[in-house]
């Protein structure tokens, strides 16, 4: 099995900036892909961003493409996402997630999730 354990979230003005990490642990591959994906108050969980765990492309959704940065390692098997000039409209519960082969946009697509970490931008 695959554990996703996620750390960074927290209360950040707006215009400031937050670093995600998502470690992995348990048996995988370097074939797996990594994403990120939010879920607001009263809205779907939607994408967020996309990394390739064994190369080196990286997507993204419009919302967030120039101020969050995805990135990995795969020494330590860890996904980060770095966020700058973060608006009260980023507020979310902030999930990683992970699958074998290419990476994905579609949630549902993905294998394992982790337990998710709160994200709060005040204005």
Not at 32 to 50: I, L
């Amino acid at each position: 099995q695959v554990q996703l354990l996620e750390s960074g979230g927290g209360l950040v003005q707006a215009g400031g900036s937050l670093r995600l990490s998502c470690a992995a642990s348990g048996r995988t591959f370097s074939n797996y892909a990594m994403g990120w994906f939010r879920q607001a108050p009263g809205k779907e969980r939607e994408f967020v961003a996309a990394d390739a765990w064994s190369g080196a492309y990286t997507h993204y959704a419009d919302s967030v493409k120039g101020r969050f940065t995805i990135s990995r390692d795969n020494a330590k098997n860890t996904l980060y996402l770095q966020m700058n000039s973060l608006k009260p409209e980023d507020t979310a519960v902030y999930y990683c997630a992970s699958k074998p082969g290419g990476q994905s946009t579609s949630l549902r697509a993905y294998d394992y999730w982790g337990q998710g970490t709160q994200v709060t931008v005040s204005s």
